[in-house]
């Protein structure tokens, strides 16, 4: 399917997309086209989502961690 074409609403799903390194106001609510699963794949519906405090520092900061957290070293 090409990206200019006119999607319907069964071909779209809202989703919450990055515009950068940054806080909330680098998120934005849009309407996406829907992925569709391939084989041996299956599409999920969400029905809510979160951020936790160390995935908006993480993105406050631009830097992002392995596996998620930053491992500290105590001597």
Do not use: C
């Not at 989703?15 to 309407?31: M, P, Q």
């Not at 599409?43 to 900061?61: F, Q, S, W, Y």
């Amino acid at each position: 399917m090409r990206t200019d074409e006119v999607h319907s609403a069964r071909d779209l799903m809202t989703a919450i997309v990055t515009t950068g390194i940054g806080g909330y106001d680098k998120l934005v609510v849009s309407e996406v086209p829907r992925p569709m699963p391939g084989p041996g794949e299956v599409l999920v519906r969400v029905l809510a989502a979160g951020m936790n405090n160390t995935e908006i520092n993480t993105r406050m900061a631009g830097t992002p961690t392995a596996g998620g957290t930053r491992r500290r070293r105590f001597r």
